[in-house]
């Protein structure tokens, strides 16, 4: 499994959630609303989820092991910081 796209929407307002993240897997597959969350150790992500009827959210679609769900990780907080970086290279070049 490779993920070849990862598009980031960044969050305006403040708070913990900071981007929406779209990914594409194997150029067949694609995973809408996985959110990039600001925690108390740093930054992580959450799975598409929908409440259910007791209250409870629970995932859409979610990695099966603990690997897959780490390079599916990893992957998109490295695209986010690099999104980052981006927009703070633009503004220095607009001033």
């Not at 099966?64 to 695209?79: D, K, V, Y």
């Amino acid at each position: 499994m490779q993920i070849t796209d990862v598009r980031v929407r960044k969050v305006a307002k403040e708070g913990k959630l900071k981007a929406v993240v779209s990914i594409t897997i194997d150029e067949e597959f694609v995973v809408h609303d996985i959110k990039v969350i600001e925690g108390e150790k740093g930054l992580f992500i959450a799975m598409p989820s929908k409440k259910s009827l007791d209250g409870e959210y629970r995932d859409i679609a979610h990695p099966i092991n603990s690997g897959t769900r780490e390079r599916i990780q990893s992957t998109i907080l490295e695209r986010y910081e690099q999104s980052l970086a981006e927009e703070d290279e633009m503004a220095a070049e607009e001033a």
